[in-house]
């Protein structure tokens, strides 16, 4: 399981970082469904298989097929390509770089000085439904209601 | 080695016969469309004409391979691999019978339908990967037919869950054992079947290679193996929405004793097989947006009904 774990984030890390600094769009998005796939199986080997799950439906399932239907419909050619390298000067990188430098010395003092021992218990479908529709049944209303403006105005905007 | 789920044995057989039987599939439609359209099929090659899947290989596999210039070669070549791994991926959750599976997952129904939505990405980066018009316009429309009959699909299931108590497949088929789940879920049994036809892109769905419109729409660059994989993942898709429909509303392994439980199995998932091919002798395709209005207009309220029926009457079963 620790091996799977490690594994799993650090596939994680590198499509991560192949999302930002590859140049072509659609190979973005490739890497990005990877990315989120590897989460999902990071979720698994904490002990939450309903939320991989729903990580790989929805996220890597329905979400990333539309971006990659925007992507269709914009037709994207080599001239974008050239625009995006151009945007990827080793010059741009100095200041972001050493912002994150400075967050990852942060957080793996942080995360070296705090005990934490990886202790997964699985939690299966059954007591998540049962907390949802218990004690969180509010929000979970609230969430649906929120969705459902979603879908009106942009049922509205589409009509235009 | 004992044959039980998760074995290597069992995972082995499985693999190899869900793989052959797909294969064979090629042979079987052309002469099941043979019989119903009142022509032969193919005869020639072998007894009845059997080994015309071996002789499609060896054409298949000597054909030269080609990527084309303009084609973005990444997603060209990355494309036809995802369709046989996610589907082989979800044949895993499939409880054959008794003892026969690959893994006895809890979560089996939700790992087919991520499974179903990752398919959607060969199909899209195939056409869009191709660089070509009619290529992009089929993936185009294979993108937003998948994403809406997955919506339907993922709901008509739910009212099979819900009587069952468990997403557990094989749980699911051993619930079926006083009366199976077709006859209360008739809605759900149709609604799945349509969108299990949608899914796999099959006729009279195949709007995203139509080929009298756009060419052969996604796969119209692919060429020796890289096609094959589409092909074959097209009946391996027939294949599994066929085993599907089995485990879920037709009662799995279950039948009289007379016959072992695989073998119930193996005649249940071939009446379906066969009534797939039906539907493509049959029904002409609908237009692109027909099909579109059916989804979102009938399908969709039909589903969400189905599932609200089935839960007042568990809560009413329930004395609540």
């Known amino acids: 399981m620790m091996m799977l774990f490690y594994s799993a984030a650090a596939i994680a890390v590198i499509a991560t970082l192949a999302v930002i600094s590859s140049a072509n769009v659609v190979h973005a998005l490739v890497y990005l469904i990877i990315s989120l796939l590897s989460v999902a199986v990071i979720f698994f080997v904490l002990g939450a298989p309903f939320a991989a799950m729903l990580e790989a439906i929805v996220y890597a399932g329905a979400i990333m097929v539309l971006f990659l239907f925007v992507m269709m419909m914009l037709n994207l050619g080599q001239a974008t390509e050239d625009e995006e390298k151009a945007w990827m000067k080793p010059k741009l990188w100095i200041g972001p770089g050493l912002l994150t430098a400075v967050l990852f010395v942060q957080l793996s003092s942080v995360l070296l000085t705090q005990e934490h021992a990886l202790a997964p218990v699985e939690v299966g479908v059954l007591e998540i439904s049962l907390l949802l529709f218990g004690p969180w049944l509010l929000a979970v209303e609230l969430a649906s209601m929120l969705l459902l403006a979603g879908l009106i105005a942009a049922y509205h905007l589409a009509k235009r | ?320």
């Open chain 2, 1 to 320: 080695m004992r044959f039980e789920v998760g074995s290597a044995l069992s995972i082995g057989a499985i693999l190899f016969t869900v793989i052959i039987v797909a294969a064979m599939l090629i042979w079987v439609e052309r002469r099941l469309l043979g019989l119903w359209q009142e022509r032969l099929g193919p005869n020639r090659v072998g007894p009845f004409g059997l080994l015309q899947v071996v002789a499609d290989m060896i054409k298949i596999f000597t054909k030269e391979d080609w990527v084309p210039p303009f084609a973005d070669k990444f997603s060209f070549i990355l494309a036809p691999p995802i369709i046989m791994v996610v589907i082989l991926m979800s044949f895993s959750v499939i409880p054959f019978a008794p003892g026969v599976g690959v893994i006895d997952s809890d979560i089996g129904v939700l790992f087919v339908l991520a499974m179903a939505s990752l398919g959607a990405y060969s199909v899209m980066l195939g056409g869009l990967a191709s660089n070509n018009k009619y290529a992009l316009l089929g993936s185009l429309r294979a993108a937003a037919q998948m994403v809406s009959y997955e919506v339907f699909m993922g709901i008509s299931l739910l009212g099979v869950v819900a009587l069952t108590g468990s997403f557990n497949l094989r749980e699911i088929v051993l619930a079926q054992s006083d009366g199976w789940y077709v006859v209360p879920q008739f809605v759900g049994f149709v609604i799945f079947l349509i969108a299990g036809v949608a899914e796999s892109h099959r006729l009279p769905f195949d709007i995203p290679e139509a080929e009298q419109e756009i060419v052969a729409g996604y796969h119209t660059e692919y060429s020796g193996m890289k096609f094959g994989m589409f092909f074959v993942g097209e009946y391996l898709g027939v294949l599994l929405i066929s085993s599907l429909l089995v485990v879920l509303f037709c009662g799995g392994w279950l039948g009289p004793a007379f016959l072992p439980p695989i073998v119930w199995f193996a005649l249940k998932t071939a009446f379906f097989i066969a009534f797939f091919i039906l539907l493509r002798a049959a029904i002409p395709r609908p237009r692109y947006d027909q099909l579109m209005n059916y989804g979102w207009l009938f399908l969709l309220p039909l589903s969400l009904l189905n599932l609200l029926l089935t839960g007042a009457f568990i809560l009413w079963q329930g004395g609540m």
